[in-house]
């Protein structure tokens, strides 16, 4: 009988269950609730280090504690922003200055009189690999996000992948790629490649078409020296170029842009770094300067940048640690001198203009009432 | 007693397993990384991007067989006949298009070669419950030389019609037509659209290609990408039903319909089509996604107090006039 009793018991109670959970809704939310409590664990370190930066009782970043009163940011995300501010612990708001930049990776020194803060420690990223779990850690020691290392370290920098020179044929021939163009003054013209010319082999190494053959040029780094077979006129011709660095933009289709817009905010800088880390957290723009923690609690980089749907970067520690071994650049509010790359300007140059439209567009409405006036 | 006993048994672990895998602590995070990670390593090989040489189309695929057949969405492949596959090592070889159901968004491919090539094992998406946890694969943004296909991970957030399922792995273009695993590195869906939200990414679920799966292995082609009831392609049986609390009762035989040479009357009470009970006019229409015009069908239906079966050869709806009595 007391099995009986504890039989329904059981079965009521687990119907009660699934009835309160019956929508996957409340379903995910309750798990989504359990993974960030079991996170909190990780943040014991990094939420001693993160500071929220703000500028007009906003929110704009977040810094990390290099000790000293110094907080290290996300440098693109200051431009425009004036009276900088942190809050201590104790929520007592502490003005902060811009004591300097490294403008290759976008980041910032923060001087904060009278911050009382731990030094970060920063951890080895290197032995991490694809799907590892990383969470961004606020100051009160919550996840802001979980995702999982997406891409492992590499550079966006175009300038560091190999550039020949050369416009390929698309066209599937199932052995080589032939010559469609040589760039005038480009690695491929110095050794005197042709158009109409086959390349056959890299390094060695056989290519049956267009794709193998830029995904071993742009594998392959500015300055490296890779051995190229060419079929020209039945004869076989052997070159050794000297690499340039890529100068060509990869464009972005419309349609991606627009993908990435409607998902939420992008960082305006959000290419051309040299080494960083891709994940899929999901953060916003305002989100820079997050420490990044591993499931170990290890303090392994910094977000960066927001950089559409499916992507946050994150600089690793190692290159940060390397960056603060030089002395930082002074910070020029209106120049342009600290931005990465071309994307960048064209962005800040577009979010400028935007922004001159609507104030003329204002002034235009401002007109336009006086006229009616009278 | 020992009857008591067993029964206990049973239902103690119905009882106690939720359908959401539960997080308990650290360790559990743990044990999920380590998951996560087996299946990116095992799995990532197989993750190719697709490029069509003539139309421009691309997208991606994954491999799930040793001889080199691949899905992939069927708006990836458009109307191509052959697509350039890339490896994520970048090795580039050449796979014929099969068939695709645009419906279900689904298509397939086989890799020109005797392989064998690195696959992936298809599992079952009909099983998935939100909370479910997954892995995406793809090319997001076309095939990029500098990386290995990103990795998202993420949970089951609802179910939907035909077999799609909704994640918050999060999807760009170029992703379309890319695995979605489960944990055990099988592939449980095929990335389809998208909508602002970055909660939600829509997979093609696995268990509504398998349905498909004879059909696109012929070669066919067919269907609407989003579904279009008014399709002249679709496939029609010629019967106009009504639900009624007995079930599906029909209301109207066209004459220029396969059922009416069949034999059909309007008052007969529709049981079952292919073995698969038809309560629902939705559920009645999801058994058609797969099946082409020209495909015969087994409907079990009564009329008065007799039961009957009848095969009907399906027909194109274009070719059938419903308001012929106007």
Redesign the interface.
Known sequence: MK??W??SF??T??LI??LG?SN??E??D??AR??FV??R??GTSAKDVVYPIYSGGKRISYGISLGGGRLLTKASELRQKRGLYTANREQVALNAGISGVYADHDLAVLEVPGLEAPTVEWADAGDL?????LSAIRPDGEAQAM??????E???KSTD?GFLGIEMD???TGKGVRVKNVVEGSAAAEVGIRQSDIIVKIAGQEV?????L???L??LKNGEQPEIELLRNEEILQVRPTLKGREILQG??Q??EK??Q???GQSRVRSGFGNVI?S?M?LEVEDAGLPIVD?DGRIIGMVIARA????TLILPGDDIIDALKNPPAPFAREEDNMLLDQQGQQGIRRDRMRRELGLMRRMMENLQRELERD | MVKIFVSFLILVPAVILPAAPIVGGLGDLKKLQAQVQRVVLEKTETTVSLVSPTIGASGSGVIISSDGLILTAAHVIERSKEMTVIFPDGRQERARVLGANFTRDAAMAKLIGPGPWPFAEVGESKSLEAGDFVVAMGHPKGYDPTRRPPVRFGRVMKKGNLDFVTTDCTLIGGDSGGPLFDLNGRVVGIHSHIAPDRRVNNHAGLSGFKRSWDNMVAGKLWGVLGGDRRDPNRPVLGLNLRKTDLGLVVDEVPRSGPAFSAGFLAGDLVISINGETTSEVQKLSEIFVDLLPGEEVEVNYSRGDSKLTKTVKLARLGDIHLNERR
């Open positions: 099995f009986f504890f039989l059981l079965t109670s687990s269950a699934q959970l996957a809704q379903v995910t309750a798990q359990q993974i079991a996170l664990a990780t690999s694809e799907g590892a779990f995702g999982v290392l997406s891409v492992r590499r550079s966006l992948q698309t066209l599937e049956k078409g267009f794709y193998e830029s995904t071993k742009r594998r972005v289709s349609r991606l993908m990435d409607m998902s939420g891709q899929d999901e499931l559409g749907r499916i992507s």
